[in-house]
């Protein structure tokens, strides 16, 4: 039979282990998920959403828009201007999640500021910025998605907020479901190297019943397949994914398609694309693919957007019409 220190020190080793990864789980973890998931949902959005997010984010800064409509020659690389204290900054917001701010795109920016006579400029993106660009001292403030997504997450509509933290709970749950599973079954192990109850934990048993006890599996693996079997607790299934969270997944799919720049819903039926320059037919033909894994979505529009400044016209066109 189990001795009571088998016992005892199975359940601490399973608690400390299973106790300290669960609660860096559903902290630091579960704040990373959350994050991670409103930067993509920020990146699936049009330009001009997100960078009415970040100045409505530096507002709590002191400053105020001055023009927030881009320059239609430049596109997303206009800078628009903020106001702080009377004096003009220039803004320029970089949306994509794997966005990199380099040393050069902060030498470009001191320029168009010294060129119009601002106080400083702000280089905002949703990716991250080069260890060269954050040594540049041109008086550039510069912000990347682990910076901005404290301030843009109170601004976000609540339902979005709540998806995004729905979605972040599911998958730690999951997780935590198979960390206790493991550690109960590092605690067994580590309590039988400890106690040298590998050997005496079955009483040994009369004579008349040695044949029955030679098949009967030894103690130590009848514990572990009842820790990691029968007696386990068994991850819930996961549920089918909600209309939102297909929408969010699409968009999200569609953005890091080649040929394409973003997507994003303009309508509960219409899926917004925004092409780059020079997108060929089998790079718009991939968007289909994406869109007919989803029984719900499939038969949506798609409206192809033609790069700002192409003399090319909106075109629709629908993958599957059942």
């Known amino acids: 039979m189990l001795t009571v220190s088998f016992v005892v ?11 300290g990864i669960t609660a860096w789980l559903w902290t630091t973890h579960c704040r990373h998920l959350v994050a991670t998931g409103g930067l993509r949902a920020l990146a699936a959005m049009r330009w001009r ?24 020659n430049r596109g997303q690389q206009a800078d628009l201007l903020l106001n702080r204290d009377g004096q003009t900054w220039l803004l320029s917001c970089k949306q994509g999640v794997n966005y990199r701010i380099t040393a050069a795109m902060v030498d470009e920016l001191a320029r168009a500021v010294r060129g119009s006579n601002a106080r400083g400029g ?6 991250r910025v080069d260890p060269d660009a954050r040594k540049q001292n041109q008086g550039i403030e510069l912000l ?15 339902s979005l907020h709540r998806d995004l933290v729905a979605r972040a709970h599911a998958q730690v749950a999951r997780t935590t479901g198979l960390v206790w599973v493991g550690a109960l079954a590092l605690g067994l192990t580590a309590a039988m190297l400890l106690t040298g109850d590998s050997e005496s934990s079955v009483t040994p048993a009369p004579a008349p ?14 514990a572990t397949v009842s820790a990691t079997g029968a007696d386990a ?14 929408r969010l997944d699409i968009t999200q799919a569609v953005s890091t398609l080649p040929g394409i ?15 780059l320059p020079g997108a060929s037919q089998e790079q718009i033909d991939a968007i289909c ?29 629908q993958c599957r019409t059942f």
């Open 261 to 275: 720049e973003r997507a994003g819903w303009a309508t509960r039926s219409t899926l917004l694309v925004q092409l």
């Open 49 to 72: 959403e997100f960078s009415r997010f970040v100045i409505e984010a530096l507002q709590q800064q002191g400053f105020e828009a001055s023009r927030i409509e881009p320059d239609a």
């Open 9 to 19: 020190t199975a359940l601490v080793i399973a608690g400390v282990v299973g106790g």
């Open 209 to 222: 019943v040695l044949q029955e006890q030679a098949a009967a599996p030894p103690a130590t693996e009848a």
């Open 144 to 158: 990347d998605g682990a910076t901005l997504w404290p301030l843009i997450d109170p601004l976000l509509p609540p």
């Open 289 to 317: 693919p994406v869109l007919e894994r989803s029984q719900l979505l499939r038969t949506s529009r798609v409206q192809l957007q033609p790069p700002p400044g192409s003399a090319d016209p909106v075109r629709f066109i």
């Open 233 to 246: 607790p068994e991850p819930e299934p996961e549920s089918a994914p909600s209309e939102d969270e297909e």
């Open 122 to 127: 702000i280089l905002a993106t949703l990716g």
